[in-house]
C-alpha cells in the first residue's frame, strides 16, 4: 500500500489543501459545543437575548466556515484519488505491454484484468476515505478529549470504561473480517476468468450445447463471491449496532451522573450538553478509525496485487547498448538451440541448428506440438532461449533492441488476430504510414482483394471485435497482408495457410514468391503440398530436427518426411 503511495508526488499541493480544509472543518466542529455552552449557560441564564443572538450567529457562522471546508475538501479529494487511478492504470498498462509471453502466462489475462480495474477501485476508494480521515480521527478523538476534560474533568471516566470496549469490539470485528477480504479479490478474479472463457468461446460453448455446463460454472463462481462477501458484511454489520448500544450507554450514563452533578452545583447544563456532544465525536472518531481499519487492509489486499504486476520484471530486457545488424539483411541462424517452456519438464526444442538466408523458403513440417510455433516464437524474441543462440543478421537476437528486432520481422501468428477498426486499418496495422496504393497491393497479394471487393464498404468495412465478422480463411488473409505491407526482412508464416482452399493457397504462394526475393520466409505448414517446392525444409518431431534438406532429398533420407508425405499425397504425386 504505502509503496504504492510514491505515485502521489504530483498531487501534493491538493492533498495538502484537502488537509489543511480538513483540519479547520474540525476545529469549527470542536468549537461549536463550547459555543453552545455559552448560550445555555450565560445567554438563557441570564435571559441575555443579545448573548444569544450574538453567539448564536457567530455559530451560524463557524458552522457555515466547517461546511465550506468539508465540501471543498470532499471535491478536492475526488479528485485527487480520480486522478491518482488514472495514472496507475496507465502505469500498469504500460508495464504489461513491456511483459513478455512468460509474465503473461504467470499471472493470467482475467487477473491483470481485476487488477488494472477493480484493484485499482479499491485502492482510489480507501485514498478518499484516507485524505478525509487521516487528519479528521486525531483531531477529534484528542481534540474532543481534551475539550471534555476541560467541561467535566470528574465525568471523563465514564470515557476511560467506554472507549476500550469500543476497542476491543472493533478488534474483534476487524480481525475477523479482514482475511475474507483478501479472498474476496481472488474470487473476483475467479469469476472474471469464467466470465471471460464464456464470452470469448460462446460458439463452442453452443455448438457443443455446453451452456448448462458453464451457467452452472458461472454460477458456481458467482455463488462463491456472494457468500464470501456475505459472510464479510454480516460481520462488518455486527459493528454498528454493536457501536450504537455503547454509544447510547455511554450517553445514559453521561446524563445520569452528570445531572448528579449539576445537582450538586458542580457542573452547569451547558457544559453538559457540550460534554455529551464531545463525547460522541470522540466515538464518531473511533468508528471512523474502525472504518479504516477495515478498508486499509481490503485495499492493501488490492495494492498488493497491484504491485506484484509493477514489480514484475519482464524477462526479456533491451540490452543496455543495442547493437545494430552489420547491413546483411534477412539472415536467420540458429546455433545449437535448446528451450523450454518455464515449469515444463522437458525442453519444447532441443539443439536445433540451421540457417535461412534471403531470397530463400525455408518451410518447417511436423505433427502437432512438434513445436514450430515455439521456433517460430523464438525470432521476434517472445520467449528467450535456455542455451544456444538465435542470430539474425549476424547479431544475437539478445543483444538487439526488440524494436529493431521486430522491425526486421513480418509475422503471421498461427491464430490470426484483428482488431475492431477498418480492414485497412488493419493491414496499416503493419506500417502505419502505408500509402492506399500500398495496401491495396498487399491485400492482392495475400488474395484479399476479392472479398474485400465484395464487401459494402471496401476497405473502409468495419471489422467486429475480434474479427467475428470475416471468415477464418479471409481472417488469415488480412493478416498476412498485413505482414506483407511491412516489407519485412524476414517473413514468419505460422500454418498460416492452413484455413485457405488448395488453389487460393497455391495462388498467394506464387503471388508471394515474386514478393519476398529478396527476403527469407519461414512457412509453418501441415500440407505436403505447401512445403513441397520450398528451398530447404526443415522436419520437426518432439521439438528436434527429424531431417533437413529439400523434397527430393529429404523422401531419400528422412523416414519422418515419407511417413508424413505418404500419408497425404498419392504414389504419382510423389514420384
Ligand atoms: P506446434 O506449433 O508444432 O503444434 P507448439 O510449438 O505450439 O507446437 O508446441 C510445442 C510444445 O510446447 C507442445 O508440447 C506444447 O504443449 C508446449 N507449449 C506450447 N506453448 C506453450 C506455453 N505457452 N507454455 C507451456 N508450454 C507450451
Ligand atoms: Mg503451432
Known amino acids: 500500500m504505502l509503496k504504492l503511495f510514491r505515485f502521489l508526488k504530483p498531487f501534493w499541493l491538493p492533498i495538502v489543501f484537502v488537509l489543511m480544509l480538513v483540519f479547520l472543518q474540525s476545529l469549527s466542529e470542536l468549537y461549536l459545543p463550547t459555543l453552545m455552552a455559552d448560550i445555555v449557560d ?20 463557524v458552522a457555515a466556515g466547517g461546511g465550506l ?45 481485476t487488477r488494472t480495474t477493480n484493484d485499482i477501485t479499491q485502492v482510489q476508494t480507501v485514498l478518499v476515505m484516507i485524505l478525509r480521515m487521516m487528519v479528521m480521527a486525531p483531531m477529534m478523538c484528542i481534540g474532543g478529549l481534551i475539550m471534555a476534560i476541560s467541561k467535566d474533568a470528574h465525568l471523563t471516566w465514564v470515557l476511560a470504561v467506554v472507549i476500550p470496549i469500543l476497542a476491543l469490539a472493533i478488534f474483534a470485528v476487524a480481525s475477523r473480517g479482514i482475511p475474507l477480504f483478501k479472498a474476496m479479490q481472488k474470487k473476483l478474479d475467479r469469476l472474471n476468468l469464467v466470465l471471460r472463457e464464456g464470452l470469448t468461446g460462446i460458439r463452442v460453448i453452443r455448438s457443443f450445447n455446453r451452456i448448462n455446463f458453464e451457467k452452472e460454472r458461472f454460477r458456481d463462481a458467482n455463488a462463491d463471491l456472494t457468500n464470501t462477501a456475505i459472510r464479510v458484511n454480516r460481520i462488518m454489520a455486527f459493528l454498528m449496532p454493536v457501536m450504537m448500544i455503547v454509544m447510547n450507554f455511554s450517553s445514559i450514563a453521561i446524563i445520569w451522573f452528570g445531572s448528579r452533578r449539576i445537582d450538586m452545583g458542580h457542573m452547569a447544563v451547558g457544559d453538559l450538553m457540550a460534554f455529551l456532544q464531545y463525547a460522541m465525536q470522540i466515538m464518531f472518531s473511533l468508528l471512523m478509525v474502525s472504518m479504516m481499519f477495515v478498508l486499509i487492509p481490503r485495499a492493501s489486499a488490492s495494492a498488493a496485487r497491484i504491485n506484484e504486476v509493477l514489480d514484475m520484471k519482464p524477462e526479456i530486457e533491451d540490452p543496455a547498448q543495442g547493437r545494430s545488424a552489420d547491413g546483411r539483411r534477412g539472415y536467420i541462424e540458429f546455433n545449437d538451440v535448446t528451450f523450454s517452456y518455464p515449469g515444463a519438464e522437458q525442453p519444447a526444442l532441443s539443439n536445433l541448428s540451421f540457417r535461412a538466408a534471403p531470397g530463400q523458403v525455408t518451410a518447417i513440417i511436423g505433427g502437432t506440438g512438434s513445436g514450430k510455433s515455439t521456433l517460430l516464437s523464438l525470432m521476434p524474441r517472445f520467449y528467450d532461449v535456455d542455451s544456444g543462440a538465435v542470430v539474425i543478421d549476424g547479431v544475437d537476437v539478445k543483444e538487439l533492441t526488440q524494436s529493431e528486432l521486430r522491425s526486421k520481422i513480418g509475422f503471421v501468428p498461427q491464430k490470426a488476430v484483428l482488431f475492431t477498426g477498418t480492414i485497412a486499418e488493419n493491414i496499416r496495422y503493419g506500417k502505419e504510414d502505408a500509402t492506399d496504393e500500398e495496401v491495396r497491393h498487399a491485400a492482392a497479394i495475400a488474395q484479399a482483394s476479392d472479398f474485400i471487393g465484395e464487401m459494402t464498404d471496401g476497405y473502409d468495412s468495419l471489422i467486429a471485435q475480434g474479427g467475428t465478422n470475416v471468415s477464418g480463411g479471409q481472417k488469415q488473409r488480412l493478416a498476412i497482408a498485413r505482414a506483407l505491407v511491412r516489407r519485412p526482412e524476414i517473413y514468419l508464416f505460422d500454418d498460416s495457410f492452413s484455413a485457405l482452399d488448395f488453389k487460393t493457397d497455391a495462388k498467394l504462394r506464387a503471388a508471394l514468391r515474386g514478393e519476398t526475393t529478396e527476403s527469407t520466409v519461414l512457412i509453418v ?35 519422418v518426411y515419407r511417413e508424413i508425405v505418404s500419408s497425404q499425397l498419392s504414389e504419382e504425386e510423389i514420384a
Open 42 to 61: 450565560t445567554g438563557i441564564v441570564k435571559g441575555d437575548t443579545n448573548y444569544i443572538m450574538s453567539i448564536g450567529g457567530f455559530m451560524l457562522l
Open 69 to 113: 471546508c468539508a465540501i471543498t475538501a470532499s471535491y478536492l479529494s475526488a479528485r485527487v484519488a480520480s486522478g491518482y487511478g488514472r495514472q496507475l492504470r496507465s502505469r500498469v498498462f504500460k508495464h504489461v505491454e513491456n511483459f513478455s509471453l512468460q509474465e503473461f502466462d504467470k499471472i493470467g489475462t482475467a487477473s491483470l484484468i
Open 525 to 559: 505448414a501441415q500440407r505436403v503440398s505447401t512445403v513441397m517446392d520450398a528451398d530447404q525444409i526443415i522436419v520437426l518431431e518432439e521439438g528436434r530436427i527429424a531431417g533437413i534438406g529439400t523434397h527430393r532429398e529429404l523422401l531419400d533420407t528422412s523416414d
